[in-house]
């Protein structure tokens, strides 16, 4: 049964004596999560790629640090070295550790050495001497210092997808750089084949082997003679300055170089799918890769071998004869070349700038390319692949985060980072991750010239471990979300919104009555409701949307009819119209009147709101938030936060264009602002304004008649400008005048623009897209963070299968219909005679008909 290990990996120092046997003189550099069903070339090339160790210059040795118990005493354990050489050593190992606590770590010592490229007989990996021997020590302990692990723990070097740097365009065989050593006709290249041919090409297959790269067969016994050290000991020709390129519509042929094993398998599957043939893998391993065709034993005598060369480091075809004898006269729907591996590096370009792209786009495009179809899974495998390649492994993301966030907060100053972690037992400077906060300095300062509204909102994250994206959003004075904090949490709590929400008042903002928009979720009643946190009157006003109230109030009544009227009753400015709305949903269901009574009715009103909201009463710019940010929902942490950091960063360059066009053409407020004021404007026309006291500025103002409903209008309104009142009730929700004000400001030729909000001022929208945001140097130049390693919570894994991608669909989502139906006792839209609920009861005071 498979699970995961942690090996805890020591580097730069020396075996030493301690009084429980082996030892190492220096703490662990790092912690790698392992399965324990890794094979020897697979830990080894995960350890060189953790470590940051060059293989093509240097030589890693493992070295375990065995524990066994000792058969006299008390159950002490004693640890000797064992070398780690091949794929039973590393069982051995793996056994070992199950047997012995603690059953889920395992102590590394790495050696390494550089190659030796130049000259003379290098000794085998098998007679290497690693380490030296140390005899069975007495009783005693080895002490570690935490604080000095820590420290040395904190200088890791990660492997992080850095977006600003995207990882390079893939590489296909057009472009894959080949060496070709060119001297006289007379010079030929250097075959390791030739040392022991005699029996190669008379060898039938034997029996087949499960190896990685597709369908294998047991290599014949003269693959198993060469002596590598005799045959990389041999000086090559040293190449000329002229090289060539090749693509897989020419042939193969023998001295052909490329950069690694990966774009010499790429390059031999490409061309076999060109020409519809179909390869076998006779042996792979790290430095050599054989194949032949599939056909060997109806007489094709393709093969091709490559291996690593000393000289120049590069994988070199030593071995080639071909081209195909065989053909394939059948074009079948699939081909065995065309595996995840060459998919993944094919698509890698298209995740690469959306890595939202469907299958069904993916698959398409392979079709197209290659011309076969693909099975589904296979395209689903490549996407994987191909996003790992993009933006890295999944818990090599947790362990490269803080690192990330450390030079984003060094090169970006004010932003906020919160973090939450656990101590991972038994690791020494391991720590589990729970929960991050970010806020980055830009949206700090940029949200003290927006309107003082803050919208929260949670949504689900859907890759390889769950967990809950929160966000906070604010609005820009031209109406648009302004982006304000982030962060991941393990799920939508009161503890979890709590959290949030403090760290969001002491490292965010500080501003008095703030208006905080939200759901109903008991979460975040709980947290608003405890002072402590800081969001409770008069600190901060909350405000539930009104989508989710009458959604929760249509998932009771089940009833459209209401459902509208609740929504209407909401949105209404005058609580005289509000009231009229709520008798008719009480004329109609009496019990509906009872649900609303359990609210408070300034939080879900905008008659009885008193200007907190500024006119928003819904928390869609946060779910506008999720819709764009949901491609990254499905990212490795470290990209996830990468991304919001590099989607702000266009964000605010798009909001500073425009405001620079809207500055250049003169506007002094934001084109909201303006078309609000307009839309007044063209209504204020008609009013009627009737001075009452000139020196306290209070006025009656009598609206006029509607142009298409002669039933409507004439309404008596009062203004009152020293208090910045209109009894309508629209000036103190929005803060810019609304048309009895416009009138009131004509009648008394005094400038109107003055009563409008400064929030609405182009300066101030300018002032909070002024902050920039700095760019993140290349990795080289980052400094180490005194932080510990972090490690994912495995009780957030998520099980196998498809993850939901989109959430769960109610009644918010469904759109009405453009051309509604409006009923022609009660002028209510949504049903028609036939089925008026009022019909039985005679005509209804429908509160429609006097909605002015």
Excluded at 372 to 399: C, N, P, T
Excluded at 505 to 521: A, F, K, P, Y
């Amino acid at each position: 049964m498979d699970s995961l290990l942690t090996i805890v990996c020591y580097k730069d120092g020396e075996i030493i004596d301690g009084p429980n046997g082996v030892c190492y003189n220096c703490p662990p550099k790092k912690g790698v999560l392992v399965n324990n069903l890794i094979k020897y070339d697979e830990l080894e090339d995960k350890l060189c790629h953790v470590m940051s160790i060059d293989r093509a210059h240097t030589m890693l040795s493992m070295i375990f640090r065995y524990p066994s118990l000792m058969s006299i005493g008390n159950g002490n354990i004693n640890y000797i070295q064992l070398p780690i050489k091949d794929d039973d050593d590393v069982k051995l190992m793996f056994h070992v550790v199950a047997q012995i606590p603690p059953s889920n770590t395992i102590e590394m010592y790495l050696q390494t050495r550089p190659r030796d490229h130049s000259s003379g007989l290098s000794p085998s990996l098998d007679q290497e001497i690693m380490g030296h021997d140390v005899e069975i020590p007495g009783k005693g302990n080895l002490a570690v210092h935490t604080d000095e692990t820590e420290e040395d723990l904190a200088h890791n070097d990660v492997m992080g997808a850095n977006l600003a740097v995207v990882t390079e365009s893939v590489m296909i065989a057009t472009n894959n750089y080949v060496d070709i050593p060119f001297t006289n006709e007379n010079v030929e290249f250097y075959d390791e084949d030739e040392i022991n041919e005699m029996n190669y090409d008379d060898e039938p297959p034997t029996n087949k082997a499960s190896l990685d790269d597709g369908e294998h067969i047991m290599p014949s016994p003269m693959f198993k003679q060469l002596n590598w050290d005799v045959i990389n000991s041999m000086p090559a020709e040293p190449p000329t300055s002229r090289t060539g390129l090749w693509n897989e519509s020419n042939e193969l042929f023998k001295g052909l170089r490329f950069e690694s094993k990966e774009d010499l398998q790429y390059a031999v599957k490409r061309y076999a799918i060109c020409r519809n043939q179909h390869l076998v893998v006779c042996e792979s391993e790290p430095q050599l890769w054989a194949v032949r065709c599939k056909k060997w034993q109806e007489g094709c005598n393709w093969r091709l071998r490559a291996c690593r060369r000393k000289s120049h480091g590069m994988f070199e075809i030593t071995k080639y004869a071909g081209p195909h004898t065989c053909v394939y006269p059948k074009l079948s729907q699939d081909h065995s070349q065309l595996d995840s591996t060459l998919i993944a590096r094919e698509i890698q370009n298209v995740v690469q700038r959306d890595h939202t792209t469907s299958i069904a786009t993916l698959h398409q495009i392979v079709r197209d390319k290659f011309g076969y179809d693909v099975h589904y899974k296979r395209i689903w495998e490549a996407k994987r692949k191909a996003m790992l390649r993009v933006f890295g492994d999944w818990d090599e993301s947790y362990q490269a985060l803080p690192k990330w966030l450390n030079i984003l907060q060094l090169t970006n100053p004010g932003t906020k980072i919160v973090w939450k972690t656990i101590p991972l037992g038994g690791i020494s400077g391991n720590v589990r991750f729970m929960r991050v906060f970010w806020a980055f300095g830009a949206s700090v300062e940029g949200f003290k010239h927006c309107r003082p509204i803050i919208q929260i909102d949670g949504t689900f994250l859907y890759g390889k471990y769950m967990g809950k994206l929160l966000i906070a959003t604010s609005i820009d004075a031209n109406g648009h979300v302004f982006p304000l904090a982030f962060a991941i949490v393990e799920e939508e709590s009161q503890d979890s919104w709590s959290w949030f929400l403090i760290a969001l008042r002491r490292h965010v903002t500080q501003r008095e009555g703030i208006c905080l928009i939200s759901d109903r979720h008991a979460g975040i009643n709980a947290a608003v409701r405890n002072p402590s946190v800081g969001w409770s009157p008069p600190h901060a006003q909350h405000r539930y949307c009104l989508r989710h109230v009458v959604s929760n109030f249509n998932d009771k009544f089940k009833n459209k009819v209401l459902k509208e009227l609740a929504y209407r009753a909401g949105c209404q400015h005058q609580p005289r119209k509000y009231e009229r709305y709520m008798e008719e949903l009480k004329r109609l269901d009496e019990k509906s009147l009872a649900w609303f009574s359990k609210l408070d009715t300034q939080k879900w009103t905008q008659a009885y709101d008193l200007g907190y909201r500024y006119g928003w009463m819904t928390t869609n710019i946060a779910e506008c938030i999720n819709g764009v940010l949901k491609g990254a929902r499905m990212l490795p942490i470290t990209a996830l936060v990468q991304l919001t950091f590099y989607r702000c960063v266009s964000y605010f360059e798009t909001r500073r264009a425009e405001i620079r066009a809207r500055m250049a053409a003169g506007d002094v407020y934001t084109t909201y602002a303006i078309e609000k004021f307009r839309r007044a404007e063209a209504k204020a026309s008609g009013h009627t304004v009737t001075i009452f006291h000139r020196i306290q500025q209070t006025f009656e103002v009598i609206t006029a008649l509607h142009g298409f409903h002669m039933d409507k209008g004439r309404n008596k309104q009062v203004v009152k400008l020293n208090e910045g009142t209109c009894s309508c009730n629209k000036w103190q929700s929005f803060g810019i005048p609304c048309s009895h004000v416009l009138a009131v400001s004509a009648h008394m030729r005094i400038d109107s623009w003055q009563f409008v909000d400064k929030y609405y001022r182009m300066d101030a929208y300018a002032s909070s897209y002024a902050p920039e945001f700095n760019p993140i140097p290349h990795e080289s130049y980052w400094p180490y963070p005194d932080f510990p390693i972090l490690h994912p919570d495995p009780t957030s894994m998520r099980d196998k299968g498809r993850p939901r991608s989109s959430r769960i669909r109610n009644e918010m989502d469904l759109k009405e219909p453009s051309v509604r139906v409006r009923c022609g006792i009660c002028k209510i839209a949504g049903h028609n005679r036939r089925n008026c609920p009022t019909k039985d009861g005679g005509q209804s005071s429908n509160p429609l008909s006097h909605d002015n």
